[in-house]
T-cell receptor
Framework: GDSVTQMEGPVTLSEEAFLTINCTYT??????LFWYVQYPGEGLQLLLK?????DKGSNKGFEATYRKETTSFHLEKGSVQVSDSAVYFC??????????????FGKGTKLSVIP | ETGVTQTPRHLVMGMTNKKSLKCEQH?????MYWYKQSAKKPLELMFV???????ENNSVPSRFSPECPNSSHLFLHLHTLQPEDSALYLC????????????????FGPGTRLTVL
């Protein structure tokens, strides 16, 4: 079945540091790939997505490129802020065959940014 | 109000209680989902509704009973829960395939934090 593996956390960075959170996937077909973010006490928010190979998703300074050859979708940000402290989830979406798409999530990576 | 809303945001219940969680989406979507988020475990998909019809039930115990009266509303009825059912319950919605829109992006509500005593 489909699966998503992302780097274990927690990750602690100083403000303005460079961020990389690794994500790799296994899937049949051609899934869409997502990064969601969960701030403390809240639900998941869509951060960015990419729907086909070599697409780059970007939002709020975060970027991730869909790499089919390495089955990866690593999240990067050039300069993190304290407000980026959250849990980040990598996910893939595949058609379930029952009229809807299903998301498969990684376990999440907790990021803490210190001033 | 926009997006996906969930009520209540917090719920404490005893094992013999009956309660319901409510989800409402204001995005014009026609697929809705219930997820369970427990500490140190990946998000678990519980139920999927597509055009008000349940299309997925991922081996969820019968003490959880979903209801989808229309495309905008989704309920999760809770009965005789166990302490291990304590978790954050998330609702999401998306546009079902076939309508020519971005169909695979799910939008989540803020969740209901459930504590079973």
């Amino acid at each position: 079945g489909d699966s998503v593996t992302q780097m274990e956390g927690p990750v602690t960075l100083s403000e303005e540091a460079f961020l990389t959170i690794n994500c790799t996937y296994t899937a049949t077909g051609y899934p869409s790939l997502f990064w969601y973010v969960q701030y403390p006490g809240e639900g998941l928010q869509l951060l960015l997505k990419a729907t086909k190979a070599d697409d780059k998703g970007s939002n709020k300074g975060f970027e991730a490129t869909y790499r089919k050859e390495t089955t990866s979708f690593h999240l990067e940000k050039g300069s993190v802020q304290v407000s980026d402290s959250a849990v980040y989830f990598c996910a893939l979406s595949a058609y379930s065959g029952a009229g809807s798409y299903q998301l498969t999530f990684g376990k999440g990576t907790k990021l803490s940014v210190i001033p | 109000e926009t997006g996906v809303t969930q009520t209540p945001r917090h719920l404490v219940m005893g094992m013999t209680n009956k309660k319901s969680l409510k989800c409402e989406q204001h995005l014009g979507h026609n697929a809705m989902y219930w997820y369970k988020q427990s500490a140190k475990k990946p998000l678990e998909l519980m139920f999927v509704y597509n055009f008000k019809e349940q299309t997925e039930n991922n081996s969820v115990p019968s003490r959880f009973s979903p209801e989808c009266p229309n495309s905008s509303h989704l309920f999760l009825h809770l009965h005789t829960l166990q302490p291990e059912d304590s978790a954050l319950y998330l609702c999401a919605s998306s546009q079902a395939p076939g309508r020519g829109h971005s169909t695979d992006t799910q939008y989540f509500g803020p969740g209901t934090r459930l504590t079973v005593l």
